[in-house]
């Protein structure tokens, strides 16, 4: 695929979308301005990190910052994560070990445009087909009232949030910490943790059950990312988090 074919297929794009049921002013206002990103299709081409052995792997990721800094929030958003857990029975280290890889605690959600993003990856991807439903949940999100075009920014992939939502995950999962029926998890940090909780009792977590490889709940962080080095990170991470507190 080139870029040249772009905007022929953009276009082709939209009619199916309003084919679809979308409505035109939704499809407008987010796909009017989008643009193919190479930089986007570099990051899919030469993704790789996933094969690291695991003590290298975490390594990098749970720093002496991080786990200090993971303990900070353990104290700062103690009443919502502990009313949290008592809603969907997922523990607050667990949380916030999430929350910290996925986007060092809120300050890192990523600023690519969401909308060109998964436009790029849905035209010129290994996986084009699944972006492409991707990018049609985006444009659910706007309809639906969870956020504006301009305010759907996030990773390269198309992650939204704290705890980087596909949108289709997005939509299914996206709940208040208060259990209100609107959720924002690009600027709130307690609906971020919520929604990442709901997630993961809807795949099957067991409340007060372990959550290391060979326990109950070791599946389920395999469902947040199928990659096991990443799944045993969390984990671990959540531990050193519990040990932090418990100092």
């Known amino acids: 695929m080139t870029p040249d074919g772009f905007n022929a297929w953009l276009e082709g794009f939209k009619q199916e979308a309003e084919i679809g049921g979308m409505p ?6 987010a796909l009017s301005n989008v643009a193919y990103d190479p930089d986007v299709i570099a990051h899919d081409r030469r993704q790789g990190s996933f094969g690291q052995d695991f003590e290298s792997f975490a390594a990098k990721r749970v720093t002496g910052y991080r786990v200090r800094k993971g303990r900070q929030e353990l104290i700062a958003f103690a009443e919502p994560l502990e ?17 910290g890889l996925e986007t060092e605690f809120g300050a890192g959600v990523g600023n690519y445009p969401t909308f060109s993003t998964l436009a790029t990856l849905a035209y010129d991807c290994r996986r084009a087909d699944q972006f492409r439903e991707e990018l049609i949940d985006a444009l659910k999100l706007v ?14 992939a198309g992650e939204l949030g704290q705890t980087q939502f596909m949108p289709s995950t997005y939509l299914k999962y996206a709940t208040s910490a208060d259990g209100g029926a609107i959720a924002n998890l690009v600027s709130n940090s307690a609906d971020a943790l919520a929604s990442a909780a ?5 795949k099957g ?29 969390i984990a671990y991470f959540a531990d050193r988090l519990a040990e932090s507190d418990a100092q």
């Open 24 to 29: 035109p002013a939704v499809i407008d206002s």
């Open 83 to 99: 009313k949290i857990e008592k809603r969907f029975g997922v523990p607050a280290p667990v949380l916030v070990a999430i929350w």
């Open 143 to 156: 309809a639906r009232g969870d956020m504006q075009p301009e305010e759907m920014r996030g990773a390269w």
């Open 198 to 202: 709901n997630f993961l009792k809807a």
């Open 205 to 233: 977590w067991k409340r007060g059950e372990g959550f290391h490889e060979g326990e109950p709940n070791y599946a389920v962080l395999l469902q947040w990312n199928a990659a096991p080095v990443y799944a045993k990170t």
